[in-house]
């Protein structure tokens, strides 16, 4: 596809269940990142890809959210025993690298997340 | 401190008119960019137009141009003869160039209601 895509486009969950969230960025865009954008706010960085390494996890809020990326394309944001405050849109986007001045963000169409 | 601010949650202008939608940012860092994004109510994030920090003139994309103020720190969006199709959250965006494969910050919206 010409764009990110993003499954399942909604998620709904009981608490305590665990989610994961898929992503597949557009092919040849080797930065990928998770966002999360809860309702009326902008979204917030959660966690960054250069291929498959995870160079940056630092916005990921503990230790039930982990991702990856083990093939430098298609990434997966797993939570664990969720809870009711992790509901949210989770956005994936990606970009072009090695860095240059400008590195349009495209993003994904998101995944709304409920848990119950 | 806020990277991002944002200062109007929402603005109202009528069909045909210029709207400017403020943005202020804070860095220490010399090399950055900045950026604005439309969300309409699908809920896609579309990138719009970008400024960087060591750019001299404007940046302009059709209807949109940045209203870019380097020593007061301050990002507009301006959009000239509005439509009704801008009706939509805006999103300003920075990231930070010094700081290799780190994510957008974003502010916390605008919403802009155009109507006929």
């Known amino acids: 596809g010409a764009g990110v895509s993003q499954s399942p486009r909604y998620k709904v969950t009981k608490r305590g269940q665990d989610v994961a969230l898929r992503c597949d960025p557009i092919?040849?865009?080797?930065?990928l990142y998770w966002y999360r954008q809860a309702l009326g706010q902008g979204p917030e960085f959660l966690t960054y890809?250069?291929?498959?390494?995870?160079?940056?996890k630092s916005g990921l809020p503990n230790d039930r959210f982990s991702a990856e990326r083990p093939e430098g394309s298609i990434s997966t944001l797993t939570i664990q025993r969720t809870e009711q405050r992790d509901s949210a849109m989770y956005r994936c986007?990606?970009?072009?690298?090695?860095?240059?001045?400008?590195?349009?963000?495209?993003f994904g169409p998101g995944t709304r997340l409920t848990v119950l | 401190a806020q990277k991002i601010t944002q200062t109007q949650p929402g603005m109202f202008v009528q069909e045909k008119e210029a709207v400017t939608l403020d943005c202020t940012y804070d860095?220490?860092?010399?090399?950055?960019?900045l950026f604005w994004y439309k969300q309409p109510s699908s809920g896609e994030m579309i990138f719009l137009i970008y400024?960087?920090?060591?750019?001299?003139q404007n940046a302009t994309e059709g209807r949109y141009s940045l209203n870019f103020q380097k020593a007061r720190k301050s990002a507009n969006l301006v959009i000239s003869a509005s439509q009704l199709g801008d009706s939509a959250m805006y999103f300003c965006a920075m990231r930070e160039y010094n700081q290799a494969g780190t994510a957008l910050i974003f502010g916390k919206g605008t919403t802009l209601s155009v109507s006929s």
């Open positions: 986007a990606s970009s072009l690298d090695p860095p240059s001045s400008y590195n349009e963000q495209f």
């Open positions: 400024q960087g920090s060591y750019d001299e």
């Open positions: 890809f250069n291929y498959e390494a995870q160079q940056d």
């Open positions: 092919s040849g865009h080797v930065s």
């Open positions: 860095t220490s860092d010399q090399s950055y960019g």
